[in-house]
C-alpha cells in the first residue's frame, strides 16, 4: 500500500491517506473492532474512532487513518498497513 502522510493538531498526530480507492465497509469493521475488544468511541458510516495501541484511531470509510499521539512517519505507514489489511 502506499500513502501520503499529514500532520495534524500542532504535528502531535499523523494521518495516512491511501492513494487507492478504497471504500471500507464500515459496518463490519465496527464488527471486527469489537470483536478484538477494543473501545469504540464512536462511530457513523464514515468514520469509527477507537482506542488502538495506547492511541486514538480513526479509521474513515475511503482509506484514511489517524492516529493521536504520534509522530513517526514510519510507525504511521506500517500501523495504517495493518489495520487497513486487516479492515478491508
Not at 53 to 65: I, Q
Request: contains cysteine; proline residues 2%; aromatic residues 10%.
Amino acid at each position: 500500500m502506499k500513502f501520503s502522510i499529514a500532520r495534524l493538531c500542532g504535528g502531535q498526530a499523523l494521518m495516512a491517506v491511501s492513494v487507492d480507492i478504497m471504500d471500507i465497509d464500515m459496518e463490519a469493521a465496527a464488527k471486527k473492532i469489537e470483536a478484538e475488544g477494543l473501545n469504540i468511541k464512536s462511530k457513523d458510516d464514515q468514520m469509527i474512532v477507537y482506542d488502538w495501541n495506547n492511541m486514538e484511531t480513526t479509521l474513515y470509510r475511503p482509506g484514511k487513518v489517524m492516529f493521536f499521539p504520534l509522530s513517526d512517519k514510519a510507525t504511521c505507514i506500517k500501523y495504517a498497513t495493518e489495520i487497513l489489511e486487516q479492515y478491508l
